[in-house]
């Protein structure tokens, strides 16, 4: 008999500046091997889904949910590392598939026009190898036969928060209905979070909110509890943030049924192993609660999880594989079985490489084990989200006879027109000083950014805003020679040399 995955007891769901470099250990320290293995399959299958990218920003079938959460759980500055034009992308296209399934939904309910009934839910539920579903059933059966606070789906790609104590809409919001499914929207939410977008402010809209509504009217929105665990985890892993209701917290621990936590036939490997994260990120608003059965419910479904296990110490296949792994991490602890961690997670591996990267929404949801985390890791990741209000517009010094300048050219382009300006910085300053510099010259020049994890976007320029339920955005190109090209930085990185000519041009994807 093995102490089951004992050593990540010690590790715990480790933060992303202990598993970069040279990997993480999963099975704990003395299996170098392992780890090695874990880091190559990490570095092979991030690469993969990052060439699966669409030029559009997107993935096939709508994936950019999954693949923008999969892809910074195993690396986190998996974004920051792009080119300006993929990180500019990559984002957008995020906002604009939300906001194209989110704002025919929204009502205001100022005007009176209250409409909390939920909607009715599409959450489909589809096999592990799915590229286009909500939630998901589980790909394999297990052998053996009860909770919300704010502020993906096993085996799919497509995948509800709650309000604050009572549970109840808040007049600022409502949702008529969400189609896609309270899971899907929970997708949606842990993907933002993980490249620092504001789930509760969204152009104006409180996710948060409308979680809450969903959440509220469960049994309208969610199919089956691999989304509601979903739901849960875009809650929970905003952190202390914002409060689950107890009634939603409960609904999770109960699952299909309170006296069953391994939900008999309902609930397979992946539906347990996502409600075992889900219940692990939620521990302490469960504590908050009093919900005294909370770890007894974890333990219970754990050991739904290992009796699952096979005789060759496989769960099913690998996303299976990988999601139950990922449970049992997060569960902590020493598990008595047949397997030891290290077996466990080779036979993973070799399922991996037998089935090959082939599904985006699989590959999201393997690439978080790979860096050692699970879907509830991310109220513990390590990303920087700049406040945009603690970083004022610096103001650059006065130039003065005898300093040295650099003096180069901007072209904004807007598709209509395109004005010329000619800028002098003091010899070393970057492009954005150069473009505070001009809005200061009172020439008709304005613009406005926004910062994020990867540095300053520019989000509108001389009253001209990007926007992504339009699909617009600000690029920004160099010329040299003649040839336009599309810069690898932003403004914060470009630092002019004379004669440099820098435009402007507002795009489309």
Known sequence: MFSYLAGCVLLGVISFSSSTGDGCML?????????????????????????????????????????????????????????????????????????????????????????????????????????????TTDSHSSKAKRMGRSTSSSSTDEDDESNDNDQTSDDSCCLRKFSPGGGRLGQYMLALQSVCCLVDDFYGV???????????????????????????????????????????????????????????????????????MAMVCARPQAQEHGLDDWETVIDERVQCILDAQQDDCSFGNAITNALAIQALTAAGGAFTTECSCNDTANVFLDGLEDEGFNSVAGISQI??????????????????????????????????????????????????????????????????YGMIRLENSNVGFTFETQEFSFGLSLQEINGLASSAADSTFWSLLTVEDGVETSSPVGISGAFPQSGDCYICRFSSF
């Open 27 to 135: 099975c704990g320290p003395g299996f170098a091997q392992l780890d090695t293995r874990l880091c190559e399959v990490k570095e092979e299958a991030i690469a993969w889904l990052a060439d699966q990218q669409e030029p559009t920003g997107s993935w096939p079938f709508m994936n950019v949910r999954n693949a923008i959460f999969g892809l910074q759980l195993a690396n986190h500055s998996w974004l920051h590392d792009q080119n300006l034009t993929t990180r500019i992308l990559t984002k957008s296209r995020l906002e604009y598939e939300l906001l194209q399934k989110l704002l025919p939904e929204v009502c205001n309910c100022s005007d009176g026009d209250n409409d909390n009934s939920g909607g009715s839910s599409t959450d489909s539920s589809s096999g592990s190898s799915s590229d286009d579903s909500d939630d």
């Open 206 to 276: 409180d996710l948060n909110c409308l979680m809450a509504d969903l959440i509220a009217n469960c049994d309208d929105n969610f199919q089956n509890f691999f989304g509601y665990s979903l739901a849960i985890l875009s809650l929970c892993s905003q952190g202390d943030d914002f409060s689950i209701s107890s009634e939603a917290l409960e609904k999770l621990a109960d699952g299909s049924s309170s006296s069953d936590p391994c939900g008999s036939d309902s609930h397979g490997v992946d539906t347990l192993s996502l409600l075992v």
């Open 367 to 432: 690439l978080p084990l790979l860096n050692c985390n699970n879907f509830g890791s991310l109220q513990n990741v390590t990303i920087e989200c700049p406040d945009p209000e603690a970083t004022p517009r610096p103001t650059p010094p006065i130039i003065t006879p005898g300093d040295p300048t650099t003096t180069f050219s901007i072209k904004v382009d807007n598709n209509v027109t395109v004005p010329s300006y000619t800028v002098t910085i003091l010899t070393g300053e970057n492009l954005y």
